[in-house]
C-alpha cells in the first residue's frame, strides 16, 4: 500500500533488528521516518534505507520523558519497538518495558497521534514466573490504558540475519564440541523478521483493527531440542547434545549474567520452560498473521542464506558439492 501524502511515523528503537525492517518497511511506503534511538550518532546507517531527508535518526530515551515527547510531536504515527532481553544498570525491565511503554503511550496521546502500536511478546504475562514476561504485559496494561486504540504486536522468537539466537546458538556450534540443551521440549513458533516488519507496517497503514493484540508466529512449531537438531544441520557441524537440567542451568546463567553481554541468564532459563506459540484464542479469533494477509516465511527459505557463516569453511561451504553431497 502507498501512502497518497506523505506521513511522519516515529520508531522507537528504529535501528534495532526489527527497526532496521520496519524503517527499510515504511519508507518504501511512502512514509518520513523518525527513528528515535539513545545513540543517533550510532544510528546514521539508516538514512540508507530511503531517499535524502526520509529517515532522520534522532535522540530519544524512554526513561526520560521529555525526550520521548519530542520524538513524537508533529508525528502521526508512533510505533514503540524498545525491548531489552537482560537487565544492566539503569536499563531494568520495568524501566524500560512497563513505564518506557507508558511513558511513549501518553506522549503519542498527548501529541495527537493517529495511531499507536506496540511490539510485546508472545507470552507477556502478569502472571509468569519471568520477571522480563512480566514487564512486557504490565507494559501493554499501561498502552491500553493511555491509549486503548493501540495495536499491540506479540511476534514468538523472531529470525533473520542479524537475530540473537541461531546467530548465537550458531556461534556455540562453532566453537563448541557439546551443545547445551535446556527445556528441550518447550515449544517455539519462529517468525521472520521480515514478516513481523510487514505485519506492523499494515498496522500502521491501519489495514487491521485498532485496540486489538495480534500474536504472530511462523508455519512450524519446534521444540528447543529440534531447533538445536536444525542448527547443527544448517552448521554442517556434529556436536554432542548436552541435555542440561533447570537445576544446573540457573547457577551457570547467574554465573554468565556478569558478563557485559551475557549469553544466557536466570530470567532466560525460566522463559526457555515456558511454550511460546500462538494461543489458541489467538488462532480462533483470527488475530495472527491472518489478519494480516500474510503468508509466514519458513526457516527453510532464510537459514541458509546467514547460517552458512558458522560452517568450517565460512562461505566456501555455502554451496552443496556436487561430488560429495555435502
Known sequence: MTVKTRKLATIFGGSGFVGTQLTQELARRGYSVRVAVRRPDLAGDVRMFGFPGQIQPIQANLRYPESVAAAVRGADVVINLVGILFEKGK???????????????????????????????????PQSPSAYARAKALGEAEVKKAFPSAIIIRPSLIFGQHDGFFNMFGTLARMSPVMPVIGGKTRFQPIYVGDVAEAIAKAVDGEVSPGKTYELGGPEILTMDEIIDRVLEETRRKRLKLPLPFALAKPLASVMSILPKPMLTPDQVVQLGIDNVVSEEAKKQKRTLEAFAIAPTTLDAVLPTYMWRFRKHGEFDRHTNPLTGN
Open 91 to 125: 536499563q531494568r525491565f520495568s524501566a524500560v518495558q512497563t513505564q518506557g511503554a507508558k511513558t511513549v503511550a501518553e506522549a503519542a496521546r498527548a501529541a495527537g497521534v493517529e495511531r499507536l502500536v506496540h511490539m510485546s511478546a508472545i507470552g507477556a504475562d
